[in-house]
Structures are given as C-alpha cells and as structure tokens.
C-alpha cells in the first residue's frame, strides 16, 4: 500500500522527489528541502495518500560522511488507507551551518514539540515555526548536544537560580499549583465508580483471603 504513495509522490513531484525505496514496509522518499512543506501538505490532503496521522518528527546528523549534513526525517501514517511513509530532507553544511527546513506545524499541529526537539539538540532551524525555542536544555546552553561534534567535556556557563521564573509557570495536573512531590491524588475504589454495563462485586460476594 505504502508503495502506492511512492509512486503518487514521484508523478506529481518529479523533480522534487531525489529518490526513494520500499522494502520490508520501510517505504521512504528523499525529497529537496525547498518542497519539503508543499509535498508534506499534498501528503496530507490529497484523497490518494490522506496522510492525517503525524507520528514524529527527528532528525540525523551525518557529520565527516556525506553532505548535506543532517537529515531531516519525518514519519506520517493514514489512518483512512493504513499506509505509511517516511519523508527526508538533507540540509546543512559540514560545519552545522544552512541547517534550516520549512516548520510543517502549519500542516500538523503536532509537528510543533518535535521540531523544537530538532532545533535544541540537533540545531536545525524550522522556518516558520511559531515559537522556536529550546525544549529541553536551558536558554543559555551553548551548542547542541546531540551533534556528533560537540565536544563531551564542554563545560556549560554558570545561570543563576531563577525562582521567581518557575513560580510564574502556569499550574499543571490535577493538584496545580502544589509543589511537586505532594500532590494528592484521588483515587477511586472500584464499587464507587463501577464501569457502564459492568458488575461489581459487593462486599458480601468477595471471597476471604
């Protein structure tokens, strides 16, 4: 099935699709970085491939073995035709530079905390992304961490503990606002919310053990 999307995306792109395989289920296409957006949303609109589902987004980085350097790599499945594929995109020079792609938040919403992932440890730049900003380290980490260059002793610039920052957060969860660690939780017993349709067993029809 996935291969049918092969061959729909090399018909309609032809000078945008570099190459593709299809092997095992593990159907990819290779494509150029400027039309990485324009064939994300055929990929998801058009009623042939119905590409709704974004499963994740990541990226690779090739450093010192082929350029471009990084890979871009995206994974979408329909959920309509219960096909798959695999998009990538090459960009970036061999010293990390150029590393820059279209934001496909615009597309699928859920694009938005990966490509901050990509962004953070792998530096590449999503154009167009609506708030490009590190996910997982601080802001005043220098460097990306999972770009194979990046030096394993580096030492990290010294921040300041800032309190009144994390006191602004908005709450979260269903005990918000409560330092963390102390939450109560409420827990239910099974015969004071029995499920629809379902028996509980009262008291009396339990066994001892």
């Known amino acids: 099935m996935s291969k049918l999307v092969l061959d729909v995306l ?18 990819t296409a290779v494509v150029d970085p400027a039309m990485w957006r324009p064939i994300a949303r055929f990929l998801k609109d058009d009623t042939r491939t119905s590409m709704s589902m974004f499963i994740d987004l990541t990226a690779v980085d090739y450093v010192g073995l082929a350029l471009p350097r990084f890979e871009v790599v995206l994974h979408l499945r329909s959920l309509e035709r219960g096909h798959r594929v695999r998009l990538k995109a090459r960009v970036g020079d061999e010293d990390g530079t150029g590393a820059e792609i279209d934001s496909l938040v615009s597309v699928w919403k859920g694009a938005n905390w990966f490509e901050r992932e990509a962004y953070d440890l792998m530096g590449i730049v999503f154009r167009g992304h609506p708030d490009l900003r590190r996910i997982l380290m601080y802001p005043e980490f220098v460097g990306h961490p999972l770009r194979k260059d990046y030096p394993v002793d580096r030492i990290q610039p010294l921040v300041p503990f800032r309190k009144e920052a994390i006191d602004k957060l908005p709450p979260f ?12 939780h409420d827990f239910h017993r099974a015969e004071d919310t029995p499920l629809h349709g379902a028996h509980v067993p009262g008291p009396t029809e339990r066994g001892t053990n």
Not at 10 to 27: I, N, R, S, W, Y
Not at 178 to 184: C, L
């Open 10 to 27: 090399k018909a309609t792109f032809p000078e945008a699709v570099l190459e593709t395989h299809a092997q095992f289920g593990d159907d």
């Open 173 to 184: 969860g269903p005990d918000e606002g409560k330092p963390w660690g102390r939450q109560e």
